[in-house]
């Protein structure tokens, strides 16, 4: 932490002096130190603090390059918050782990060595079982949704905000729960192999091929970019999760796999090159499209946050946060002013914001603490949690927040109800399995 200190102090002053690329590279030095410690310390690729640490500070430093026209000097306050939110989640992660004596290299080996006793075929047929209700269900969703609307994403070329206006309140959190089949499918393929049984002579397996296929037909027919890398993420991360290892070979085929489908997703959404170009606002015109459109969906969200913090004329809070409370009560629908607040971003149609985003709007710099501490303390407690685990299903939950951690970046995932639905859901079959 002593290091992520001075090299906060530094890149800040780089900044302001308007050095920026050495000042995010310095950040990014970092956020690498920050994860290469806890890996060698615990072994754990998916370490939760390490990602963080490594995509929450490396995307400020992403940030800090200011390539973009969009993007202006940040107010102290901004620096100041961000900061605050990484030291106090790392240092209750820190503190919880020194006095119950968390995760070392040892813990992580048995842990990948449990499922070859904890394991049943008991086991087995429910997560075949579950799979298959949750795209049954998905898809069902979806056809109403289609049936309801009136038309398929995929097939409305030309219409930018397909996706957005695709949207049944309520309904379409069983559409995209379509996310956690491959996961689950990862989960069985596992097990299974461990148990001695080959995968080609099963015929769960081949099961569970054509429930993942459905699963992920549903984001190719949504167009949606977001929950195709949702669902190939976490099935990676609960595959690292339950064996330590993940193979550069597979990494390969999986990146050769997503880079076309998310280009055509683009296109299918009517998003050209020039669309996005015009909202990017790139200082260098020429910088080609697979470099500026992931750089602004990382960097111009602490963008936004320090929209945020000038902006803001009062704080909410609590009410901001509690989103997922009002939208899966239907409170929303009741109250509309418990919802009805004001987002302030660079530009209209960049409305990616940060994990504190909310935290911020709720309690000011007092929220960025909360909310640090908070998750620190939680992401221990699914550590922990994962030490203890006597059902394999429990390792899509900790993939899920794993991925959240990678793309803390992002969005204000628990402000989101639909984090909570995967996590209910996820819950109730880590029940039902280990029943």
């Given at each position: 932490?002593?290091?992520?200190?001075?090299?906060?102090?530094?890149?800040?002053?780089?900044a302001?002096q308007?050095?920026?690329?050495?000042?995010?590279?310095?950040?990014?030095?970092?956020?690498?130190?920050?994860?290469?410690?806890?890996?060698?310390?615990?072994?754990?690729?998916?370490?939760?603090?390490?990602?963080?640490?490594?995509?929450?500070?490396?995307?400020q430093?992403?940030?800090?390059?200011?390539?973009?026209?969009?993007?202006?000097?940040?107010?102290?306050?901004?620096?100041?918050?961000?900061?605050?939110?990484?030291?106090?989640?790392?240092?209750?992660?820190?503190?919880?782990?020194?006095?119950?004596?968390?995760?070392?290299?040892?813990?992580?080996?048995?842990?990948?060595?449990?499922?070859?006793?904890?394991?049943?075929?008991l086991?087995?047929?429910?997560?075949?079982?579950?799979?298959?209700?949750?795209?049954?269900?998905?898809?069902?969703?979806?056809?109403?949704?289609?049936?309801?609307?009136?038309?398929?994403?995929?097939?409305?070329?030309g219409?930018?905000?397909?996706?957005?206006?695709?949207?049944?309140?309520?309904v379409?959190?069983?559409?995209?729960?379509?996310?956690?089949?491959?996961?689950?499918?990862?989960?069985?393929?596992?097990?299974?192999?461990?148990?001695?049984?080959?995968?080609?002579?099963?015929?769960g397996f081949?099961?569970?091929?054509?429930?993942?296929v459905?699963?992920?037909?549903?984001?190719?027919?949504?167009?949606?970019?977001?929950?195709?890398?949702?669902?190939?993420?976490?099935?990676?991360?609960t595959?690292?999760?339950?064996?330590?290892?993940?193979?550069?070979?597979?990494?390969?085929?999986?990146?050769?796999?997503?880079?076309?489908?998310?280009?055509?997703?683009?296109?299918?959404r009517?998003?050209?090159?020039?669309?996005?170009?015009?909202?990017?606002?790139?200082?260098?015109?020429?910088?080609?499209?697979?470099?500026?459109?992931?750089?602004?969906?990382i960097?111009?969200?602490?963008?936004?946050?320090?929209?945020l913090?000038?902006?803001l004329?009062r704080h909410?809070?609590?009410?901001?946060?509690?989103?997922?409370?009002?939208?899966?009560?239907?409170?929303?629908?009741?109250?509309?002013?418990?919802?009805n607040?004001?987002?302030?971003?660079?530009?209209?149609?960049?409305?990616?914001?940060?994990?504190?985003?909310?935290?911020?709007?709720?309690?000011?710099?007092?929220?960025?603490?909360?909310?640090?501490?908070?998750?620190?303390?939680?992401?221990?407690g699914?550590?922990?949690?994962?030490?203890k685990?006597?059902?394999?299903?429990?390792?899509?939950?900790?993939?899920?927040i794993?991925?959240?951690?990678?793309?803390?970046?992002?969005?204000?995932?628990?402000s989101?109800?639909?984090?909570?639905?995967?996590?209910?859901?996820?819950?109730?079959?880590?029940?039902?399995?280990?029943?």
């Amino acid at each position: 932490m002593l290091v992520y200190l001075i090299c906060y102090i530094v890149s800040f002053i780089l900044a302001w002096q308007h050095i920026y690329v050495l000042s995010g590279l310095v950040l990014l030095g970092a956020a690498l130190w920050l994860y290469i410690k806890d890996y060698m310390r615990t072994g754990n690729l998916i370490h939760l603090r390490g990602l963080f640490c490594l995509f929450f500070v490396g995307g400020q430093g992403i940030s800090c390059f200011k390539l973009s026209r969009l993007q202006t000097d940040w107010a102290l306050m901004t620096w100041i918050s961000l900061f605050l939110a990484v030291v106090f989640f790392w240092t209750v992660f820190e503190i919880l782990t020194r006095l119950f004596d968390g995760w070392s290299e040892k813990d992580m080996q048995s842990v990948y060595r449990f499922f070859s006793s904890g394991e049943s075929p008991l086991q087995a047929k429910r997560l075949l079982i579950s799979m298959s209700v949750i795209t049954a269900v998905s898809l069902l969703a979806f056809l109403f949704e289609a049936w309801r609307l009136g038309f398929v994403p995929m097939f409305s070329y030309g219409v930018p905000h397909a996706y957005s206006e695709f949207h049944i309140s309520g309904v379409h959190y069983f559409t995209v729960s379509c996310v956690l089949v491959p996961s689950l499918s990862v989960v069985y393929s596992v097990m299974t192999a461990r148990r001695g049984r080959g995968l080609t002579r099963d015929r769960g397996f081949w099961l569970a091929v054509v429930l993942d296929v459905v699963a992920l037909s549903i984001p190719l027919l949504c167009v949606s970019r977001f929950q195709l890398i949702l669902a190939a993420g976490m099935a990676v991360f609960t595959y690292i999760s339950m064996t330590g290892s993940f193979s550069l070979i597979h990494a390969g085929i999986l990146i050769v796999l997503l880079i076309p489908a998310y280009l055509i997703l683009t296109v299918l959404r009517s998003h050209s090159v020039e669309y996005l170009n015009g909202i990017f606002e790139m200082k260098n015109s020429h910088m080609p499209i697979f470099i500026t459109q992931p750089y602004i969906y990382i960097a111009n969200n602490y963008d936004n946050f320090n929209c945020l913090v000038e902006q803001l004329g009062r704080h909410s809070f609590g009410l901001k946060g509690l989103f997922p409370l009002w939208a899966l009560t239907g409170l929303k629908f009741l109250f509309p002013s418990l919802v009805n607040f004001p987002l302030y971003v660079t530009k209209e149609e960049l409305t990616t914001v940060t994990l504190f985003y909310d935290a911020y709007y709720d309690f000011g710099v007092f929220g960025m603490i909360f909310f640090g501490a908070l998750l620190g303390a939680a992401c221990y407690g699914l550590v922990r949690f994962r030490k203890k685990l006597t059902c394999p299903a429990g390792h899509i939950i900790y993939a899920q927040i794993a991925m959240y951690m990678i793309l803390s970046f992002f969005t204000t995932w628990f402000s989101n109800p639909t984090t909570w639905f995967y996590l209910i859901l996820s819950g109730l079959v880590y029940l039902y399995v280990d029943a």
